[in-house]
């Protein structure tokens, strides 16, 4: 650019600024010293904006890292809750393996036990028929200390089971022995009544090997023991018969109550099947969560990484336009140095200027007074006349170069305000440029804030409701995990009552049987000993009876020589004999009579022992089922 120019635009700018071309050099010098002195502090405003915005810049760094910080700090709680829930699940896998390993261990030992008493039957069974079986024997074991003076009378009884059991044709009672224990057998017997029947049977057996002799009331008093033992046994069969139907009531309603209760146990398995699915259902959904988590944590990640890639762009563009406002005062400076240049010479040429016009004025003077003179002598010379006229022209002259030096001097003015205005347009812009950049970056930086709060926010929301969520759902978890434990074990425990209930009811009706068939087998045996006994007393009848007819026969041969007054005694001889004889059939009779009544007893127990022994034959259904609805 032109210096003229740079004038022009000078003056153009004092003109718009209230300076007319008319005004001093100190007014213009004031007026562009205030103006430096403006701009100055729009740059020092300009700075501190900017050393401002930059300590908020670093605070919301600090903020981000912060928010990151607490980012991390949440997603490692959250692995640790997971890691704590982990550790849980696997001790509660180790219980539960011990626990089985322990029962495992108990069973053995339980089956060790059995196999070493001898029990080896037992050993397959479960535990609730050998608890079953142990409550029997207990019952059994009280039974005996409450009633010790029937133990002690039943001792024989004992004694001949035990020879009994020894036969080689009693091979059921052996396995039966094998089963139960003999005290418990002792309790069963006592239970039916039949110690005496065993005594009486101990005390018939060797009768059978003797000889067939004896009196009649001896076999009188053991047919009547033997009734009164065949009725004590058929009342203690009428109390086991009442015992088995009582059973048989039960296992009954408790067989309907298992019916009724069979739905809502099935009901309660189809739930806890549902709950385990939900469970399964819940682990795939925080699963899922916990996928959808961690990608959110990855574009927040990504997100941030950009904003700060962002923020280093636009720290890099601060730094720029710092760079450009710095060269722009570096411009400002040199055009201002330049400016008080132009000037400076300026102001050198306006002296010599105003000095010349000084020269001129007092030349004028001079002249003016010459010509004074000249007018008061102007007849004298005729050449001063000349003289003063090309003065006059001379005078003229500088005037018109005095003229051209002040037009000159306002070209220079105006090029100096085209200059000024120049600058000052370039000031204006870069300002603006300044300006538009600043209110840009600040825009760019409070939306990077805003949106770094909104993320900030959103991911804190996000996080807490994750971390509520994820809680509750452990809680409700543990909760229907606690309660689907505790139904298990109620229902495990109510299955092992009623299965040990119907196990020792089961056992008791079994035992009832096995004695029921043990008393119909012994009572038929005792029948089959009074057929013999009736046997033998027909047989020693008869043999007395010839006895009785021999001795008569030779009592008739001895005295048939006596005189007539004997036959008053052989009258009465034959009479007395009848009447033995009478008496001997009469208690024959009786004895028949005996063994009649016993025998239709026997056949009545028997009969009433197949009774016994088709209602003891229900299913073992039942019995689980009675033993249920006791329970329950």
């Known amino acids: 650019m032109d210096q003229a120019e740079e004038l022009e635009q000078i003056a153009a700018w004092t003109r718009e600024e209230g300076l007319g071309p008319d005004a001093s050099v100190e007014a213009r010098l004031c007026l562009l010293w205030r103006v430096l002195q403006h701009t100055r502090s729009r740059l020092s405003c300009v700075t501190q904006d900017l050393e401002r915005h930059r300590s908020q810049h670093h605070a919301e760094l600090a903020e981000v890292r ?49 196999y070493q008493q001898g029990l080896t039957e037992l050993v397959h069974s479960s535990p609730s028929e050998q608890v079953a079986y142990l409550l029997v024997e207990r019952t059994s074991l009280l039974e005996l200390t ?76 053991a047919c009547s023991r033997l009734e009164r033992d065949l009725e004590e046994g058929s009342r203690r069969l009428a109390m086991a018969h009442k015992e088995i139907r009582r059973l048989t009531d039960e296992l009954e309603s408790a067989h309907l109550t298992r019916r009724a209760y ?43 990484r950009a904003l700060k890639s962002r923020v280093r762009s636009l ?48 030349q004028q003077n001079h002249l003016t007074a010459a010509l004074q003179a000249n007018q008061e002598c102007h007849m004298e010379e005729y050449s001063a006349v000349k003289t003063t006229s090309l003065s006059q022209h001379g005078c003229e002259t500088l005037k018109k170069e005095f003229c051209e030096t002040l037009k000159c001097l306002d070209k220079e003015r105006s090029k100096y305000h085209n200059m000024k205005a120049k600058q000052k347009e370039k000031l204006l812009r870069a300002k603006e440029k300044y ?55 109620e229902e495990q425990h109510n299955k092992e009552d009623s299965i040990r209930i119907a196990s020792l009811s089961k056992c008791r009706v079994d035992f009832l049987e096995m004695e029921n068939r043990k008393l119909g087998n012994k009572i038929l045996h005792m029948s089959n000993q009074i057929a013999v006994l009736e046997r ?14 021999h001795k008569m026969s030779n009592r008739l041969q001895i005295f048939a020589p ?71």
């Open 262 to 304: 069979e739905p809502e146990l099935q009901s309660a398995q189809q739930e806890v099947v549902q709950l385990r699915q939900e469970v399964e259902k819940l682990k795939k959904y925080e699963m899922a969560e916990l996928r959808k988590a961690k990608d959110l944590n990855d574009r927040l990640d990504l997100e941030i």
């Open 435 to 489: 300006d538009y950049e600043t209110t840009w970056r600040d825009e760019q930086i409070k939306s990077l804030e805003r949106e770094m709060s909104l993320c900030s926010h959103s991911l804190a929301k996000q996080e807490r409701e994750l971390v509520t969520c994820m809680m509750e759902e452990n809680e409700k978890l543990l909760s229907e995990r606690r309660r689907l434990l505790e139904q298990l074990n």
């Open 536 to 549: 033998s007393l027909q047989n020693l009848q008869s043999q007395h009876f010839a006895e009785e007819l």
């Open 66 to 114: 912060k928010s990151l910080e607490q980012i991390r700090f949440f997603t490692e709680h959250k692995d640790v809750l997971a890691q704590e829930i982990q550790d849980e699940n696997d001790q509660l896998r180790e219980q539960l393996r011990r626990i089985v390993s322990i029962q495992d261990a108990q069973l053995s030992e339980v089956a060790k036990m059995l």
């Open 562 to 632: 006596l005189p007539v007054h004997t036959s008053s005694f052989s009258k009465v001889a034959p009479s007395e004999t009848l009447d033995g004889t009478h008496n001997s059939h009469t208690k024959q009779t009786d004895v028949t009579t005996h063994f009649q009544c016993s025998t239709s007893g026997a056949l009545r127990q028997t009969g009433e022992l197949g009774y016994l022994n088709l209602t003891s034959t229900h299913p073992l259904g039942l019995l689980s089922s009675s033993v249920c609805a006791q329970q329950l």
């Open 146 to 221: 409450e009633d010790p003076d029937k133990l002690t009378g039943d001792g024989k009884a004992e004694s001949f089971v035990k020879v009994e059991a020894q036969a080689p044709n009693t091979s059921g009672s052996q396995c039966t022995h094998k089963r139960a224990p003999r005290h418990l057998q002792g309790g069963w017997k006592r239970l039916l009544g039949l110690s005496k029947a065993t005594q009486s049977k101990h005390a018939f057996i060797p009768a059978e090997a003797r000889p067939l002799a004896g009196d009649g009331s001896s076999l009188q008093k």
């Open 315 to 362: 720290d890099a563009e601060r730094s720029s336009l710092q760079q450009i406002v710095v060269s722009l005062q570096v411009e400002a400076e040199r055009m201002e140095q330049q400016v008080e240049l132009d000037q400076a010479a300026k102001m050198a040429e306006l002296d010599i200027l105003q000095k010349k016009s000084e020269q001129l004025e007092q």
